[in-house]
């Protein structure tokens, strides 16, 4: 059953869709539960990357995972790419739409970068309205990840998790939870993860990520490069305790390993799953860690 108040479903076990990997899917039709798109590869593009889309989308449920919504933004909202974005969901059969809580560049200029938003009531009430205006033209609700930050605004007067609960509730859109970033954040900031994943309205997470990342020693940047490291897969075991089943996705962008080898790091999501279903049926039971294979 969808814990969530629009009614969508748990898919299971998900990774991104990648161009490394098109032949071997469209070939093998391997075992797993759904897709990510990345929804601006596919926008403005024909040929093959679309046509590969298509067959995947015809096979296997997908979800639209945007990085250029700007939601946070002063500029005015393009709806140029809410076009674009509309008839593409249309095209994949999208089960949903996400992006970032973010913003991504000023006067018309994209920086193709997450930028951080300033945690303050003004800028709440301003999100509000734009998440309003691009779910009105959508005909759809969105959900808006919380990304990783790399510094923090000194006039916010919010915590993060507080703000993005605040704006799901008054603008009615989804969160899509990275269970990584926010280690990510805490790490770089200092906050506690665990009260992060407390302050999240159950009902409002319609997806989770997980990922790996690179620790700089002083900070950590948030590069999808690699395996997940144990201390967000505890994370992820919390978050499954607090919040219930919730569609994973697992992300891995750079340094991309062969398809077997991410399909199988998102697996073990579905292990820690397991065994914590296990552990409830039976509590005498000693926990295990499903790091390894």
């Known amino acids: 059953m969808a814990n969530n108040r629009w009614g969508y479903p748990d898919l299971g076990f998900g990774i991104g869709l990648r161009t490394v990997h098109f032949e071997h899917i469209l070939q093998n039709n391997p075992k797993i539960d759904w897709f990510e798109v990345l929804s601006e590869n596919y926008m403005d593009t024909g040929g093959k990357p679309l046509y590969v889309a298509e067959q995947v989308a015809e096979r296997y449920p997908v979800v639209a995972h945007g990085v250029s919504l700007s939601v946070g933004s002063k500029d005015p909202i393009n709806f140029d790419y809410l076009r674009k974005l509309k008839d593409l969901c249309k095209r994949l059969n999208a089960r949903w739409v996400s992006d970032h809580l973010c913003w991504c560049g000023v006067t018309g200029m994209n920086t193709h970068d997450l930028l951080p938003m300033p945690y303050t009531t003004e ?3 301003h999100t509000i309205e ?4 691009i779910q009105d ?3 759809r609700p969105i959900a808006l990840e919380n990304a990783s930050t790399y510094l923090e605004f000194s006039v916010s007067t919010w915590p993060e998790s507080e703000f993005i609960a605040a704006l799901a509730e008054e603008a009615n859109c989804g969160i899509l939870l990275d269970v990584n970033n926010v280690y990510v954040s805490s790490y770089n900031h200092g906050f506690d993860p665990k009260q992060y994943i407390d302050r999240i309205p159950k009902d409002r997470v319609v997806q989770m990520h997980l990922a790996g990342h690179t ?3 002083t900070h950590i940047l948030d590069t999808h490069s690699d395996y997940v490291i144990d201390a967000v897969w505890d994370l992820y075991r919390y978050t499954y305790q607090r919040l219930g089943g919730v ?4 992300e891995w962008d750079a340094n991309i390993p062969t398809f077997d080898v991410v399909h ?3 697996l073990k999501a579905r292990r820690f799953r397991e065994q914590e279903d296990a552990r409830k049926e039976a509590p005498e039971l000693e926990e295990v860690p499903a790091y390894g294979d």
């Open 137 to 139: 033209f959508l005909e």
């Open 215 to 217: 620790n700089k020693g």
């Open 123 to 125: 800028a709440l009430k």
């Open 264 to 266: 199988g790091e998102a």
């Open 130 to 133: 734009r998440v309003r205006a």
């Open 247 to 250: 569609s994973t996705l697992l």
